[in-house]
């Protein structure tokens, strides 16, 4: 009976402890502030929102607590049609930051006069990476990517003169076997120069190509500073074509993502960003809020 009167003393003396804190001291416990997390959107997921009312987007993206930013949008050394500066404020005055660029270089090469623009535009901005998103059909075989990464190289070299770390972001296409030849694996990661260049490793198009993530990052330690996290609804059988039609919301899936940020420090990431190639199916900004929920409280956490 001691015992008992004593429990329901510091039973009631924990209520009124409870009491006097108040709901601040739960809300905090339950609602972390989200941008503590640092998790960064690739804007591509919202580029039809993007195109019709950038400033709405962005305030939109910042009050479901996304820190970090890659951008689409560079063209005629504009981002989303505003001068560097004068974008790169409207994305500090919501409380976010810019850290990425995904920014094509064609196959057919280019001059280091446009290098150094490209380079000199982003510099302005304050970015960290420009990315290299994308390859056309037309110019995925052995002879165009040798070409291509020795193009990339040099665009690397100009970019690290003002303080730019170059990627490239993969899909499926380049795991698939070419007589022998596996691009990603036998072109790309020895040919591109480590000290320049690094991986942006997509999660759902590697695991779509039958690769671990895991593995990669074992077999390539500290070469991926930037992951893309985007989810499949479906689990299949490794393909290389682009077929997107099962991307999902982070977490709504089948890809073990706890698994994979628990060997961040082996791939060296430094940033992560949601993506989904298809927009939400509709409902970009539902998407990515689900997204954003599922990483502070289920996976970073």
């Not at 804190?21 to 039809?48: E, H, N, W």
């Not at 994979?260 to 298809?278: C, P, Q, S, T």
């Amino acid at each position: 009976m001691k015992n008992r009167r004593d429990f329901l003393k510091i039973s009631a003396a924990g209520a009124v402890g409870a009491m006097v804190l108040g709901p601040v001291a739960c809300t905090t416990a339950v609602t972390p502030d989200k941008k503590s997390f640092g998790v960064g959107l690739q804007l591509y997921t919202i580029r039809d929102a993007m195109a019709a009312d950038v400033v709405g987007s962005l305030q939109k993206v910042s009050d479901m607590g996304y820190k970090n930013l890659e951008l689409a949008g560079y063209s005629n050394g504009k981002f989303y049609g505003y001068e560097p500066a004068e974008f790169k404020k409207i994305v500090e005055d919501k409380g976010m930051q810019i850290i990425s660029s995904h920014t094509q270089v064609e196959a057919a090469g280019i001059t280091m006069e446009n290098a150094r623009k490209m380079a000199d535009d982003h510099a302005a901005l304050g970015v960290k990476y420009c990315v290299q998103p994308w390859v056309n059909d037309e110019d995925r075989n052995i002879e165009t990517y040798k070409r291509m990464i020795a193009d990339w190289n040099q665009v690397a070299s100009v970019m690290k003169e003002v303080g730019i770390q170059f990627g490239y972001h993969n899909h499926n296409f380049e795991f698939a076997n070419m007589d022998g030849v596996v691009p990603y694996y036998d072109i790309f990661m020895p040919e591109m120069d480590n000290g320049l260049i690094t991986m942006e490793l997509d999660l759902y198009w590697a695991t779509k190509a039958g690769q671990d993530p895991v593995e990669m990052f074992d077999k390539y330690p500290g070469r991926f500073q930037l992951l893309h996290f985007k989810d499949m609804a479906k689990q299949t059988d490794p393909y290389f074509d682009v077929v997107k039609d099962d991307i999902t919301s982070v977490g709504a899936g089948l890809i073990d993502f706890n698994r994979i940020y628990a060997a961040r420090e082996k791939a060296g990431m430094k940033y992560l960003f949601v993506e989904d190639d298809n927009q939400g199916n509709g409902l970009p900004f539902e998407g990515i809020e689900t997204s954003i929920t599922n990483l502070t409280t289920k996976i970073l956490v």
